[in-house]
């Protein structure tokens, strides 16, 4: 084989291989086309000459910057917790709209609340809590 025929080929290659520079503006434009009812995210690649992949990246990251910050800070409220409910907290518990004796009410600091059975699975609530504090 010619070093000119090699070249030429590995031109070739470099030119399919192009990078290319999107504008924010242009980035919205195509995920607003994804978003739309019945569109299909490898039919609007295509249609730009896109890798899908690179365009589920462009909808990630146009989630994450849409999404609301947490600063990561936690606050702690403290409780008291009895062993045993006692006969005057049972009907208290009770007469709350929406509880029932034997619930745990937790209120976030985001106005969410979360009532859970004192059975509840701890690691299935930390997954619920986690979520729910990322709101």
Request: no cysteine.
């Given at each position: 084989m010619v070093v000119a025929?090699?070249?030429?080929?590995?031109?070739?290659?470099?030119?399919?291989?192009?990078?290319?520079?999107?504008s924010v503006e242009e980035?919205?434009?195509?995920?607003?086309?994804?978003?739309?009812?019945g569109a299909s995210v490898s039919v609007v690649a295509r249609r730009h000459d896109l890798n899908a992949n690179m365009l589920f990246t462009w909808r990630r990251e146009a989630e994450r910057a849409a999404a609301p910050r947490c600063d990561g800070a936690l606050t702690f409220i403290p409780a008291k917790i009895d062993a045993a409910p006692s006969v005057a907290s049972a009907p208290m518990a009770a007469a709350q709209p929406g509880r029932a004796a034997g619930q745990i009410e937790i209120a976030l600091a985001g106005g969410d609340r979360v009532i859970v059975g004192t059975d509840v699975d701890a690691a299935a609530l930390a997954r619920v809590?986690?979520?729910l504090s990322r709101r």
């Open positions: 025929e090699r070249a030429g080929r590995a031109a070739g290659r470099q030119e399919r291989r192009r990078r290319r520079v999107w980035k919205q434009r195509i995920i607003a086309e994804t978003l739309e009812p809590i986690k979520v």
